[in-house]
């Protein structure tokens, strides 16, 4: 069973940067993609970046620019950088994870963590 544990997150300012950290079970290597989501008050959780076993990334537009989206393999972590933060960040931030595929495919997340854009 694969598990994830994030790190991160808090409250910042306006501006600021912040870097979401998650850590998984097993070796990144045996999960096809490792990804982040976010889901604000109210609403319904969106994508917000992955990467997968080969290292390809992929973000959702919106977000493109602000987001990066890395990990180390050696720690079996996954990372989430934001920049220029906005108050319309603020959201639970969560990460995921998929491994195997057809009937022996599993999709894992993490326990979420919130960060708090705000003056």
């Known amino acids: 069973q694969v598990q994830l544990e994030q790190s991160g997150g808090g409250l910042v300012q306006p501006g600021g940067s912040l870097r979401l950290s998650c850590a998984a079970s097993?070796?990144?290597?045996?999960?096809?993609?490792m990804g982040w989501y976010r889901q604000a008050a109210g609403k319904q959780r969106e994508f917000v970046a992955a990467?997968?076993?080969?290292?390809?990334?992929n973000y959702a537009p919106s977000l493109k620019g602000r987001f990066t989206i890395s990990r180390d393999t050696a720690k079996n972590t996954m990372y989430l950088q934001i920049n220029g933060l906005k108050p319309e960040d603020t959201s639970v931030y969560y990460c995921?994870?998929?491994?195997?595929?057809?009937?022996?495919?599993?999709?894992?997340w993490g326990q979420g963590t919130l960060v708090t854009v705000s003056s």
């Open positions: 995921n994870a998929a491994r195997g595929t057809g009937q022996n495919y599993l999709e894992v």
């Open positions: 097993t070796s990144i290597f045996s999960l096809n993609a």
């Open positions: 990467i997968t076993k080969g290292g390809d990334t």
